[in-house]
């Protein structure tokens, strides 16, 4: 059976030994949301107990875990920690991805892993939309606009030749979320364009998108919004030369990794005021005070928001508790995660 399937281990239902471990803040948070009130429907499992720190953790938890319940923030488990739960059968993650805990010691043991990274895409796609949509309605510099004449400015002339009709976006990466925003966008008047090397012509088609090469994508789009993996070729991919393949006035939208975009480079095109950009990540993580990203009228940053945040953190609990309940039918995860599949994911 692949990795990615997830356990099929019993015909009837048991409730299994399940170990929450997680940050501390996101645990209270899930606590005081009342969020993990349905995991013990299908588990044997104490949510207000924690663990942080494996070698710091009760032996006998640990002992008896065969499910952990993992989210922002969990201990890395290496192989050390796995010695101490020898009865460990899958890690369900609450979050996104499993990249942060999940080592190779976890495939060599069998165990089998599941992420709710398909709720978060949803969190993400539909910032991505808003982001779209407002983008090409320039809805940024009107409003800047607006307040600085205090409303004495016609906006008919000054929006002329922007819109959302008949308007290109290109999606780099169709990964969970850049496939949720092209379905989302399928309502609009849009022409959508895929780069994605793992994307075959036959699955476009039935995406219902046009397949191209990132440059010709970079060129041809209003829009570009990044929804690739943070690997060590996607790095800089965004760099001054393609950067610069940009049109003038086009948008670059980037919820994914910071590392994808040279931060540089891109500081530098848009002091210009030759393109615009939404910037939910960056690298690094925390811009400095000095940034021109901070102040640039062309362009809207924000601090990781993108995600899921607030009640959108129910969406991918509830998520990964409905994972739990497979396996303790005996069933394959939906959402199961492999190590093929990871080295090619966010």
């Given at each position: 059976?692949?990795?990615?399937?997830g356990?099929a281990?019993?015909s009837?239902t048991?409730?299994?030994?399940t170990l929450?471990?997680?940050?501390?803040a996101?645990?209270?948070?899930?606590l005081?949301?009342?969020?993990?009130?349905?995991l013990?429907?299908?588990?044997?499992?104490?949510?207000?107990?924690?663990?942080?720190?494996?070698?710091?953790?009760?032996?006998?938890l640990?002992?008896a875990a065969e499910?952990?319940?993992?989210h922002?923030?969990?201990?890395?488990?290496?192989?050390e920690?796995?010695r101490?739960?020898?009865?460990?059968?899958?890690?369900?993650h609450?979050?996104?991805?499993?990249?942060?805990?999940?080592?190779?010691a976890?495939?060599?043991?069998g165990?089998?892993?599941s992420?709710a990274?398909?709720?978060?895409?949803?969190?993400?796609?539909?910032?991505t939309?808003?982001?779209?949509?407002f983008?090409?309605?320039?809805v940024?510099?009107s409003a800047h606009?607006y307040r600085?004449t205090?409303?004495?400015?016609?906006l008919?002339p000054?929006?002329?030749g922007?819109?959302?009709y008949?308007?290109?976006?290109g999606?780099?990466?169709?990964s969970?979320?850049?496939?949720?925003?092209?379905?989302?966008?399928?309502?609009?008047?849009?022409?959508?364009?895929?780069?994605d090397?793992?994307?075959?012509?036959?699955?476009?088609?039935?995406?219902?998108?046009?397949l191209v090469?990132?440059?010709e994508?970079?060129?041809?789009?209003h829009?570009v919004s990044?929804h690739?993996?943070?690997?060590p070729?996607?790095?800089?991919?965004?760099d001054?030369?393609?950067?610069?393949?940009l049109?003038?006035?086009?948008?670059?939208?980037?919820?994914?990794?910071?590392?994808?975009?040279?931060?540089?480079?891109l500081?530098a095109?848009l002091a210009?005021?030759?393109?615009?950009?939404?910037?939910?990540?960056?690298?690094?993580?925390?811009m400095?005070?000095?940034?021109?990203?901070?102040?640039?009228?062309?362009?809207?940053?924000?601090?990781?928001v993108?995600?899921?945040?607030?009640?959108e953190?129910?969406?991918?609990?509830?998520c990964?508790?409905?994972?739990v309940?497979?396996?303790?039918?005996?069933?394959?995860?939906?959402?199961?995660v492999?190590p093929?599949?990871l080295?090619r994911?966010?």
């Amino acid at each position: 059976m692949p990795a990615s399937e997830g356990p099929a281990l019993n015909s009837s239902t048991h409730a299994p030994q399940t170990l929450l471990a997680m940050g501390s803040a996101i645990h209270r948070t899930l606590l005081a949301k009342s969020t993990l009130q349905r995991l013990p429907r299908t588990a044997t499992v104490d949510t207000s107990v924690l663990v942080t720190d494996y070698a710091a953790a009760d032996p006998a938890l640990l002992d008896a875990a065969e499910v952990l319940f993992t989210h922002w923030g969990s201990p890395v488990l290496t192989e050390e920690s796995l010695r101490r739960m020898p009865r460990l059968r899958a890690v369900v993650h609450a979050a996104g991805s499993v990249k942060h805990h999940v080592t190779e010691a976890v495939w060599e043991r069998g165990i089998t892993v599941s992420s709710a990274a398909a709720a978060n895409a949803l969190s993400v796609a539909e910032f991505t939309l808003a982001a779209i949509l407002f983008a090409n309605k320039r809805v940024l510099d009107s409003a800047h606009l607006y307040r600085e004449t205090r409303g004495r400015v016609d906006l008919l002339p000054y929006l002329d030749g922007h819109g959302n009709y008949r308007r290109t976006v290109g999606i780099v990466g169709a990964s969970r979320t850049g496939r949720r925003v092209v379905e989302l966008l399928r309502p609009f008047d849009f022409e959508v364009l895929v780069y994605d090397p793992y994307l075959t012509g036959s699955e476009a088609d039935e995406l219902g998108v046009g397949l191209v090469t990132l440059d010709e994508l970079v060129r041809c789009s209003h829009v570009v919004s990044i929804h690739a993996p943070q690997l060590p070729e996607t790095r800089h991919m965004f760099d001054a030369r393609r950067l610069a393949l940009l049109r003038d006035g086009a948008t670059l939208i980037n919820t994914a990794r910071g590392s994808l975009v040279d931060t540089g480079a891109l500081s530098a095109q848009l002091a210009t005021g030759r393109i615009h950009a939404v910037i939910d990540v960056t690298d690094p993580e925390i811009m400095p005070a000095g940034s021109p990203l901070y102040d640039l009228p062309n362009v809207l940053l924000t601090p990781h928001v993108a995600g899921s945040l607030g009640n959108e953190l129910d969406r991918m609990a509830h998520c990964a508790i409905d994972e739990v309940g497979r396996y303790a039918k005996g069933l394959p995860f939906l959402y199961g995660v492999g190590p093929d599949e990871l080295a090619r994911s966010a």
